[in-house]
């Protein structure tokens, strides 16, 4: 039986794959406009405290419009599967553009930077706390713009949600367990842009509880940075939120003074111009070069759509201000956070970061929650179907937990939130959307500046000379992560696949354990791939399997583990 697929849609590639589901790219059939979708997994949409956080991300950001911000076209819903679909952003990831060149010159960090504290800013004014900004988390675009994105595990301002984010970037009342404020976002961004002018994260530590104390105790490593943004390290990596800016707005304002002041009236377009420069050397890492196939699309029966309102892409995408969701982000991070190298950083950090970086599940203990739209039957699928109103269905608040998401090559997006950036965010405070109905009246603009494919014969696919899991290790209660290397005859393309499952019997086959991950590589021989996985089975042996496109002369590659729970040695 084929997978459910969104109706409206030609699917062409998938970008990506991990514990809460994959992404895809795909086109609407009424519009020919390229998106992107995640599904929620198959096995997490049986479970309905997963679906409700997949369904709350929209909800929670229903009101959010910002041009700093990924948008979401619509959350469609069947009995037989969830999606997202969302606006495809032609853009680099952060973490990507800092792994493959290097450290960024002031001018370009803090453009970097302001474009991030524009995005939150427009989600702290309507109460929304990101809680998981991250390199992962942004993209660059071919004019040496940026976007936010994945809002997985957000929260209204205050809301208690439980320990959730990624550690390299979590403020110290992340740490002490502490209500999440817009001051937790400017830290995780001053950090964040610590890393874009130093190439490192402001701290580290060989196990999670080391890292925790330096980020609560550890001075602010400022002079590691130009001296003349030395002030704004200090005050974004407060140890305490009352001695950091309020919100991402009133950072920004702080900022335009230091960069004015520091580097003159044209530091933006300078900023820009070298952004743009450094992803005009990854071209391959953009969404427009990739070379899209063909699938077929089965039926929905479920629509959730947004409220009418003054947001881009008013054609066909359900109504209103743009909902941005979690998912939506870890797809985009996927887009090209898969392509990135592993990460250098000490095997000890990695595996706190697994074991730190959480999302939410839901929890009946949680504070009270507000009424959202419950999902509104819809009629037959069509390029441009009407929309439909939704009457209130109460969710709850979730919790953290095991991340049920994606992942990605860097160890900081694995766990987390997993796809991973998180999914299910608690709902706290949040504007009231109230639905709408209308009909779609045509096709949402394309996003970024088109970026031309590269040029020339494509080269042949290579033989795949050796195939390898040279590591494969328990990072968390239930995370892993494996280092896989390929190494073919030639620079052609190759497609790796990973393939997880778990057992009780040391070399007899598993059960498969979520879905599948596919990191698609060219330019080069020799490939190294490190991902992390979110194990939901309870077996006592997990197994990683790694195959290729063309196939290796010697078949997949495979490696097992004893999990600790099951070691009694």
Same mark, same amino acid.
């Given at each position: ?6 109706? +409206? ?13 994959? %992404? ?29 956080g997949f369904r709350a991300e929209a909800r929670l950001l229903g009101g959010l419009d910002s041009p700093y911000v990924a948008g979401l076209y619509e959350y469609v819903e069947s009995p037989d599967g969830a999606a997202i679909v969302m606006e495809l952003v032609d853009g680099v990831s952060l973490r990507a553009l800092l792994a493959r060149r290097g450290p960024l010159d002031p001018e370009a960090a803090l453009l970097v930077l302001k474009g991030s504290l524009l995005g939150l800013a427009d989600a702290h004014r309507l109460g929304v706390v990101h809680r998981d900004y991250k390199p992962e988390n942004v993209l660059v675009t071919p004019d040496g713009a940026s976007k936010l994105v994945d809002f997985g595990i957000a929260v209204g ?22 209500? !999440? ?82 580097? +003159? ?14 992803? #005009? ?74 074991? #730190? ?6 929890? %009946?203990? #949680?504070?009270?929650?507000? !009424? ?5 039957? @819809? ?25 049920? !998401?994606?992942?990605? *090559? ?7 939130? +997993? ?70 005859? +030639? ?23 979520? !879905? ?29 399997? #790694?195959? *290729? ?7 997949? @590659? ?12």
């Amino acid at each position: 039986m084929s997978a459910w697929t969104v109706p +409206g849609y030609t699917e062409s590639l998938e970008l990506g794959a991990g514990a809460s589901g994959r %992404v895809v790219l795909a086109v609407h059939e009424g519009t020919g406009v390229p998106v992107a979708v995640k599904y929620l997994s198959e096995s997490l949409h049986t479970r309905p405290g997963f679906v409700h956080g997949f369904r709350a991300e929209a909800r929670l950001l229903g009101g959010l419009d910002s041009p700093y911000v990924a948008g979401l076209y619509e959350y469609v819903e069947s009995p037989d599967g969830a999606a997202i679909v969302m606006e495809l952003v032609d853009g680099v990831s952060l973490r990507a553009l800092l792994a493959r060149r290097g450290p960024l010159d002031p001018e370009a960090a803090l453009l970097v930077l302001k474009g991030s504290l524009l995005g939150l800013a427009d989600a702290h004014r309507l109460g929304v706390v990101h809680r998981d900004y991250k390199p992962e988390n942004v993209l660059v675009t071919p004019d040496g713009a940026s976007k936010l994105v994945d809002f997985g595990i957000a929260v209204g301002s205050r809301a208690r949600a439980g320990v959730a984010g990624t550690p390299s970037y979590m403020a110290p009342e992340q740490w002490r367990g502490e209500p !999440a404020s817009p001051a937790t976002d400017v830290y995780a961004a001053t950090a964040t842009f610590f890393e874009c002018l130093t190439g490192r994260r402001p701290y580290a530590g060989d196990n999670i509880a080391e890292l925790a104390l330096r980020h609560v105790d550890a001075p602010v490593p400022s002079d590691d940075v130009p001296a003349p943004v030395r002030a704004l390290v200090r005050r974004g990596l407060a140890k305490e939120a009352s001695g950091r800016p309020a919100d991402a707005e009133a950072f920004v304002a702080e900022l335009e003074a230091v960069a004015g002041a520091a580097y +003159g009236p044209g530091w933006e377009e300078r900023g820009r111009g070298r952004l743009a420069a450094l992803v #005009a050397l990854l071209p391959l890492l953009l969404p427009s070069a990739r070379t899209p196939g063909r699938s077929a699309a089965d039926t929905a029966h479920t629509v959730l759509r947004r409220p009418r309102g003054r947001g881009r892409a008013q054609a066909w995408k359900p109504t209103g201000p743009g909902m941005l969701a979690a998912a939506a982000a870890v797809l985009l991070a996927l887009l090209v956070a898969h392509a990135a190298p592993p990460d250098t950083g000490g095997s000890g950090e990695r595996a706190a970061e697994a074991l #730190a970086t959480t999302s939410a599940v839901p929890d %009946v203990t #949680a504070g009270p929650t507000p !009424a959202a739209p419950a999902p509104a039957t @819809a009629g037959p699928a069509g390029p441009s179907p009407a929309l439909t109103g939704a009457a209130p269905d109460p969710t709850t608040a979730p919790d953290a937990g095991t991340s049920p !998401a994606a992942t990605a *090559t860097d160890p900081d997006t694995g766990a987390e939130p +997993g796809p991973e950036p998180g999914t299910g965010p608690a709902p706290g405070t949040e504007p009231g959307t109230d639905p709408g109905t209308g009909t779609p009246a045509g096709p949402p603009p394309a996003t970024g500046t088109p970026t031309a494919s590269p040029t020339g014969t494509a080269p042949a696919a290579p033989a795949v000379k050796d195939l390898t899991v040279s590591e494969f290790r328990q990072t968390g209660p239930d995370t892993g992560t494996a280092t896989v290397t390929v190494v073919t005859d +030639g620079p052609g393309p190759v497609s790796i696949g990973l393939r997880w499952s778990t057992g009780d019997t040391r070399g007899a086959p598993g059960t498969p354990d979520g !879905a599948n991950q596919v990191f698609e590589r060219s330019g080069a021989t020799q490939y190294t791939i490190t991902a992390e996985h979110v194990f939901l089975g309870p077996g006592c042996y997990w197994t990683v399997t #790694a195959t *290729t496109a063309p196939a290796s002369a010697a078949g997949g @590659a495979s490696r097992t583990l004893l999990t600790r729970r099951c070691d009694l040695r």
